[in-house]
């Protein structure tokens, strides 16, 4: 069973960055798309970046452009989100989410959305203070 495992998260100041990486425990699995999503307390899951893995094509929350890069290293199975100038919104549990390949799908922005995905990991928490 492939699961897929967060790390990256901690605690920083208002302004700062961080970097987080998601690794599938199954290496060669194939996904279209692969994407972080972020819940704050008493709020629902929302996409923060999506990355379509055929051609590369990424999407971004509104909050989230110019600040935060999604990006995936092939060899490695793994997809990272870089995320500078953090603010205190940026707060919550983030996600990794992927949706193993199958034929007919095609990169949209709809992969910033919750209900596109069949695998999640566990979460990692990002707290940045003002």
């Known amino acids: 069973q492939v699961q897929l495992v967060e790390s990256g998260g901690g605690s920083v100041q208002a302004g700062g960055s961080l970097r987080l990486s998601c690794s599938a425990s199954?290496?060669?699995?194939?996904?279209?798309?692969m994407a972080w999503f972020r819940q704050a307390p008493g709020k629902e899951r929302e996409g923060v970046a999506a990355?379509?893995?055929?051609?590369?094509?990424?999407y971004y929350a509104e909050s989230a452009k110019g600040r935060f890069t999604i990006s995936r290293d092939n060899a490695k199975n793994t997809v990272y989100l870089q995320m500078n100038s953090l603010k205190p919104e940026d707060t919550g549990m983030y996600y990794c989410a992927a949706t193993p390949w199958r034929p007919g799908l095609t990169p949209n922005p709809r992969w910033l959305l919750v209900k596109e995905y069949d695998l999640w990991g566990q979460g990692t928490q990002v707290t940045v203070s003002s």
């Open positions: 990355l379509w893995t055929g051609g590369g094509s990424t």
């Open positions: 199954v290496s060669g699995y194939t996904y279209n798309a």
